[in-house]
């Protein structure tokens, strides 16, 4: 986790510190992180991924004011991008919402549905609960006949983000910017297999390793299995 946030560091190595009788609190390890030089810089780019122009029927938001007590009640999908030096091949990501784990994802050459269907049809397969929530933005993806049908065929429910309000889907590009921030996955990648190597090794991180300052430094796989 080479960017990992400094309360998640603290967190982590507070055990180690103790029993080497090293007392550092939080604000002055952060002052250490500093005078090293060590504190990661926010970095921001967006390429656009998402085509809400199209003829599909865009469905209401199911999930508006909604707080999700268990896994699988809410999963939230989107599209990013992942840069090579010919080009770009796009990461779909599918987040169970109440544990904050990826539980499907696919690397593909193109925005086209093949990538998105791959990894819903991993999250449906590995799936522990029922009357699931599925939402996304309004990208014709997710609003096409196949992916729908393949929702609905599976029990789950179809649910969309308003036109033109950023923060529908902001759990799902939350995951989107971790990953980039702190798994390097805002790299340049020499091609589609070098990059699917490193999306793998990331989400295998994220989700075993990583604690989350909003389940109280659980980690995904924690939370999602109890």
């Known amino acids: ?57 865009k469905h209401g938001n199911l999930i508006k004011e909604k707080v999700p007590t268990k896994a699988d009640q809410i999963w939230v999908s989107d599209i990013t991008y992942i840069r090579k030096q010919q080009g770009f091949c796009y990461l779909a990501l599918i987040t169970d919402a109440y544990s904050r784990k990826i539980v499907g994802y696919d690397v593909s050459d193109s925005l086209e549905l093949t990538g998105c269907i791959r990894a819903l049809k991993m999250a449906t397969k590995n799936r522990i609960g029922n009357n699931t929530i599925h939402h996304s933005d309004r990208g014709i993806q997710y609003c096409s006949n196949q992916y729908v049908g393949l929702l609905e065929q599976k029990g789950i429910r179809v649910s969309m983000g308003e036109a033109g309000n950023c923060y529908d889907n902001a759990m799902a590009e939350r995951v989107n910017g971790i990953l980039k921030n702190e798994f390097n996955l805002d790299s340049t990648f020499k ?33 999602y299995a109890a």
């Open 1 to 57: 986790m080479p960017r990992l946030g400094g309360r998640k560091l603290h967190h982590l190595i507070a055990p180690s510190l103790r029993e080497h009788k090293v007392f550092i609190g939080r604000d002055l390890f952060f002052k250490w992180l500093r005078q090293q030089e060590l504190l990661v810089e926010a970095k921001k780019s967006y390429i656009r991924t998402t085509n809400s122009f199209h003829r599909f029927y």
């Open 191 to 223: 091609d589609l297999k070098t990059a699917q190597k490193a999306v793998l090794q990331a989400i295998k991180t994220y989700n075993e390793l990583r604690p989350h300052l909003a389940l109280k430094m659980k980690k995904p796989v924690e939370l």
